[in-house]
Nanobody, 122 residues
């Protein structure tokens, strides 16, 4: 299984960014997929996830109201749209996949991508 994240970069505060993650080697549509982040000196944080199948969205504290997750099962891809970015959103963002949504919202996942850096300047 491989998860390939992309789309990170440098953006000014208040700006937007879209991250993508392409998965291979798993039955993508049946997996919950989501995003975590880790900022320097902080623990890994669950950001947002979407369940398999119909795809209910699960929000971490930092995501509600600003971040949106979507998935395209035909393309084995999950997207993270981040709006109104703040400097405190700066982190390495990791995509992840797990058979269960509850595992992910508890901060764990079976499969992990390599991470993409997001830096928000003030």
């Amino acid at each position: 299984v491989q998860l390939q994240a992309s789309g990170g970069g440098l953006v000014q505060a208040g700006g937007s960014l879209r991250l993508s993650c392409v998965a291979s080697g798993l039955t993508f549509g049946t997996y919950a997929v989501g995003w975590f982040r880790r900022a320097p000196g902080k623990e890994r944080e669950f950001v947002i996830g979407i369940g398999g199948g119909v795809g209910r969205t699960y929000y971490g504290e930092s995501a509600r109201g600003r971040f949106t997750i979507s998935r395209d099962n035909a393309k084995n891809t999950v997207y993270l749209d981040m709006n109104s970015l703040k400097p405190e959103d700066s982190a390495i963002y990791y995509c992840a996949a797990d058979p269960g949504s509850s595992t992910m919202t508890a901060g764990r996942a079976h499969y992990w991508g390599q991470g993409t850096q997001v830096t928000v300047s003030s």
